[in-house]
Each structure stands twice: as structure tokens, then as C-alpha cells.
């Protein structure tokens, strides 16, 4: 009886650090550019290269968190996911794909009440445009592994309740993604993000492994992000013939 006590503390104490730990980290990157700020950095008056180097900083700097913290836990499921490769990226690929499915339909459904893109599309494409090479390498390596390591595993050591994970992963997955949303009906977004991200989610339950969820984002994002540089170069090229 006592050791069943004792293992219930033990485990409330680890679930409780785990929550803390996340709150945390949430709230660190949400928050980082503050830091920014109080060094006297003005991120509205800074060039777009110099905007990315500082975006760079500030992936180092939470993965090097991740690492560390989860430097065991990292080796020996990237050591399984290579292992079992075909099975991991199964489960990725078919819940990406279902994924991107919901996030197709539920965007066109919300292309009837708003015009253009989200302003995250917007301020993604922006800096695709001004800043190519630095944005697909930060939006293809960087950001996948630590909105992964955030929404995904840190914030699943806090739930028992696999379902619960899932829903509470998509619903701040989406959230993070419609902070910058310019109008109160822009918040809609994150329906589709948050489908997103609920999927992502389902695939790490039913994968046991962090890296399928990381792989499928890097392949996800840098497939969007090439054709977007692309259709960029394309339009240039297609309005030089036209000045000519």
C-alpha cells in the first residue's frame, strides 16, 4: 500500500514538472522577442535579412533547450525511427494526408467569409519573397522541429488521456498559428490549423515516435515553401517578358 502511495507521488511530482516545464516553454517562445526589445532591437524597423538571422537565434537557442533536456529520449527514437522507417513514415504520410485534406476543406469553406489569405500565410510569403534561401531553411528545419518538439511532445507528457492530448495539441497548434490574425474573423484559422495539428498529434500517438510528426512537417513545409519561391520566380519572369 505504501509503495502504491509512494509511486503515486512520484508520478503526480513527474506529471507536475512536465506541466510546469511546458507552460514554460510556451510562454518563452511566444514571448522571446521581448528579449529582443530590452536589448533596444526594434523588429518593426529591422531589414528582412536581419529579422531572419534574429528568427535563427531563436530556434538555436530552443533546440539547444530540447536537446539537452531530451538529448536520451531523441537518440533512441531517431535510432527507431530509422529502424522501422517504412512504418513511421506510413503512419506520417497517411495522417498528414488526412490532415491536409481537413485543412483544404474546412480554408475553402472559410474562403466564403474571408477574402485573401491569414495573416500568417501573409507574413510567411513575405519574407519567402524578400528572403528565400534563409525562410525555406528555417521554415523546412528549423521551426518543424521545435513546433514538434513544443505542441507535440512536451505538451504530450502532460496528459494520460491520449484524446485529450490530441484536442488540446490541435487547439493550440492552431492558436499559435492566428496570434498575428489582423481582424477578430481571422481567428477562424485555427479550425484548420488546429485539424492540422490534431493530426500531427494522432500520428505520434499511433507512432510512438516524435521524429514521424517531424519528418512529415519538414516534408510538408518545405514542399509548400519550394513552390512558393517557384510561383515568385515564375510571376517575375513572366512580368520582365512583359516591361520588354
Same mark, same amino acid.
Given at each position: 500500500?505504501?509503495?502504491?502511495?509512494?509511486?503515486?507521488?512520484?508520478?503526480? =511530482?513527474?506529471?507536475?514538472?512536465?506541466?510546469?516545464?511546458?507552460?514554460?516553454?510556451?510562454?518563452?517562445?511566444?514571448?522571446?522577442?521581448?528579449?529582443?526589445?530590452?536589448?533596444?532591437?526594434?523588429?518593426?524597423? =529591422?531589414?528582412?535579412?536581419?529579422?531572419?538571422?534574429?528568427?535563427?537565434?531563436?530556434?538555436?537557442?530552443?533546440?539547444?533547450?530540447?536537446?539537452?533536456? %531530451?538529448?536520451?529520449?531523441?537518440?533512441?527514437?531517431?535510432?527507431?525511427?530509422?529502424?522501422?522507417?517504412?512504418? /513511421?513514415?506510413?503512419?506520417?504520410?497517411?495522417?498528414?494526408?488526412?490532415?491536409?485534406?481537413?485543412?483544404?476543406?474546412?480554408?475553402?469553406?472559410?474562403?466564403?467569409?474571408?477574402?485573401?489569405?491569414?495573416?500568417?500565410?501573409?507574413?510567411?510569403?513575405? %519574407?519567402?519573397?524578400?528572403?528565400?534561401?534563409?525562410?525555406?531553411? $528555417?521554415?523546412?528545419?528549423? $521551426?518543424?522541429? =521545435?513546433?514538434?518538439?513544443?505542441?507535440?511532445?512536451?505538451?504530450?507528457?502532460?496528459?494520460?488521456?491520449?484524446?485529450?492530448?490530441?484536442?488540446?495539441?490541435?487547439?493550440?497548434?492552431?492558436?499559435?498559428?492566428?496570434?498575428?490574425?489582423?481582424?477578430?474573423?481571422?481567428?477562424?484559422?485555427?479550425?484548420? %490549423?488546429? $485539424?492540422?495539428?490534431?493530426?500531427?498529434?494522432?500520428?505520434?500517438?499511433?507512432?510512438?515516435?516524435?521524429?514521424?510528426?517531424?519528418?512529415?512537417?519538414?516534408? /510538408?513545409?518545405?514542399?509548400?515553401?519550394?513552390? $512558393?519561391?517557384?510561383?515568385?520566380?515564375?510571376?517575375?519572369?513572366?512580368?520582365?517578358?512583359?516591361?520588354?
Amino acid at each position: 500500500m505504501e509503495n502504491d502511495v509512494n509511486t503515486n507521488v512520484k508520478n503526480n =511530482v513527474k506529471k507536475t514538472k512536465e506541466i510546469l516545464f511546458f507552460v514554460f516553454i510556451l510562454l518563452f517562445f511566444m514571448l522571446f522577442e521581448i528579449i529582443y526589445v530590452a536589448c533596444g532591437i526594434d523588429l518593426k524597423k =529591422v531589414s528582412s535579412k536581419t529579422y531572419m538571422l534574429l528568427a535563427y537565434i531563436k530556434y538555436f537557442v530552443f533546440i539547444l533547450i530540447f536537446v539537452i533536456r %531530451y538529448r536520451k529520449y531523441l537518440k533512441e527514437k531517431l535510432k527507431d525511427f530509422f529502424k522501422n522507417i517504412t512504418k /513511421h513514415v506510413g503512419i506520417g504520410i497517411k495522417w498528414w494526408g488526412i490532415g491536409f485534406l481537413a485543412m483544404m476543406i474546412i480554408n475553402n469553406i472559410l474562403s466564403r467569409f474571408i477574402t485573401g489569405v491569414g495573416t500568417n500565410e501573409e507574413i510567411v510569403q513575405s %519574407y519567402l519573397d524578400s528572403e528565400p534561401l534563409l525562410m525555406i531553411i $528555417a521554415t523546412t528545419l528549423f $521551426a518543424p522541429f =521545435v513546433e514538434e518538439m513544443i505542441y507535440r511532445k512536451s505538451l504530450q507528457d502532460c496528459f494520460k488521456n491520449k484524446n485529450l492530448f490530441i484536442l488540446v495539441s490541435g487547439l493550440l497548434f492552431g492558436l499559435a498559428h492566428v496570434l498575428s490574425a489582423k481582424t477578430p474573423i481571422e481567428f477562424l484559422f485555427i479550425l484548420s %490549423y488546429g $485539424a492540422f495539428g490534431a493530426c500531427f498529434a494522432k500520428a505520434l500517438v499511433d507512432s510512438d515516435n516524435i521524429y514521424t510528426t517531424i519528418f512529415v512537417h519538414m516534408l /510538408h513545409n518545405g514542399v509548400l515553401s519550394l513552390i $512558393a519561391v517557384l510561383t515568385v520566380m515564375l510571376w517575375r519572369q513572366d512580368v520582365k517578358r512583359i516591361v520588354r
